[in-house]
């Protein structure tokens, strides 16, 4: 598949099936957001994978609040990225720079494992929106860590979708930032 088509192809999925997803093909997103970039190569995630039946509603149930977010309940698989400590000097360029490395670092390997989850067939939602202390309590995860984001993971049941984005010359300047 062509890189574009690819990145067409993902989307944010919001009904999945409820057929099982094979191990096999979680590790394999998993790897792909292993081998992402990051500041320093600090790699600073752990990804915990949710597929016990008990625990993905307990956590479905923490991602479906307020009214939003409902469609997470069918999701056969949540992953969990929990935000570790970054190496000595990703967090010294990350204090000198004032820039969140770690936050970029978590959200490209996000992205690898989405594009990745869709070049074998499944379907993914990130998810930004959920009560992330109740997560860090079903999940086990020590209170001083931080879950900046979840991922949904199944076999989608949603219609591909056309992208809606700005256009590219509202985005996109050459060599000056001001016409
Ligand atoms: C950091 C982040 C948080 C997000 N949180 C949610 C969320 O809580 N619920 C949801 O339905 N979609 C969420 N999304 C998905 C976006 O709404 C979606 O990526 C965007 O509308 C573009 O659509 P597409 O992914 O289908 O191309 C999130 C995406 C990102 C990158």
């Given at each position: ?24 093909k979680i590790l394999k997103c ?115 860590k931080r879950v900046p984001v ?30």
């Open positions: 598949m062509e890189f574009q088509e690819l990145i067409l192809q993902r989307q944010s999925d919001r009904k999945y099936s409820s057929k099982p997803v094979e191990k096999e998993i790897e792909s957001a292993r081998l992402s970039p990051s500041a320093c190569n600090a790699q600073p995630w752990t990804f915990v994978v949710v597929d016990d039946e008990g625990k993905r509603l307990e956590v479905e149930n923490a991602i479906a609040t307020l009214g939003m977010n409902g469609f997470a309940l069918q999701a056969p698989i949540v992953i969990a990225i929990v935000l570790e400590k970054p190496n000595l000097s990703s967090k010294i360029g990350s204090v000198i720079k004032d820039k969140e490395y770690t936050l970029m670092d978590i959200g490209i390997a996000t992205n690898q494992f989405c594009l990745q989850a869709s070049e074998i067939g499944l379907g993914t939602c990130i998810i930004g929106w959920f009560n992330e202390k109740k997560v860090k309590k079903v999940l086990n995860v020590p209170k001083n979840l991922i949904l993971l199944g076999y989608s049941e949603s219609q591909q979708r056309q992208k809606i984005r700005k256009p590219i010359q509202e985005m996109c300047k050459f060599n000056s930032y001001k016409e």
